[in-house]
């Protein structure tokens, strides 16, 4: 199963989002990731997104973990999650496993 988070508070008509695209902007300090709607393995067309953002000292510094990170012990997409979930992006619980 690919790796989503299940809202606690559904929008309308899901609960269930996966990352549907990651910006990393070195220079500019700043990382912008879009959640998209995902049912039933598949993504909802025309569905739903929320897209969280860090900047500034928060950014630089989550990029310089991501760049020492081993994801071999957490995926990318589960250190989003988390990372997305800590901050208060999301209000969730984070499944599944690298496809």
Do not use: C, H, Y
């Amino acid at each position: 199963m690919a790796e989503i988070i299940t809202l606690t508070t559904p929008l309308p008509a899901t609960a269930t989002l996966r990352i549907a695209n990651v910006t990393l902007d070195i220079r500019g300090s700043s990382i912008r990731v879009t959640f998209a709607e995902w049912v039933t393995g598949a993504w909802v067309i025309d569905g739903r997104e929320i897209v969280a953002q860090w900047t500034g000292p928060t950014a630089a510094g989550l990029i310089l973990a991501l760049n020492k990170a081993n994801l071999t012990t957490q995926s990318l997409s589960q250190r989003i999650f988390t990372q997305a979930i800590a901050d208060g992006k999301l209000a969730g619980t984070q499944s599944g496993t690298v496809p």
